[in-house]
């Protein structure tokens, strides 16, 4: 007995999905505008390097945390 299955359209959706995944990595990180992403509980999961730029922290540093918008006096001070 033998079972054969025709997985064509999968390779062809998981390749789609590939496509799409990696066009919008490149505009999230070629945007010079800070773009963070949130949990529903308002902690950054991602940033781009404009928000890195804007908080003056690592994307390591921000991930987990969680941001104080309002606040002037989060950014790291030169």
């Known amino acids: 007995m033998s079972i054969v ?9 998981e390749e789609s999905l590939n496509l799409a995944i990696e066009s919008y990595l490149d ?3 070629s945007v010079s505008e800070a773009i963070y992403i949130l949990d529903e509980s308002g902690t ?14 690592s994307k390591q540093e921000l991930i ?3 941001p104080p ?9 030169s």
């Open 5 to 13: 299955r025709d997985i064509t359209e999968r390779k062809k959706a």
């Open 27 to 29: 505009v999230f990180n």
């Open 44 to 57: 950054f999961i991602d940033v781009n390097q404009g928000a890195e730029k804007m908080y003056q922290y």
């Open 64 to 66: 987990g945390q969680t």
């Open 69 to 77: 918008i309002y606040s002037s006096t989060w950014t790291k001070r």
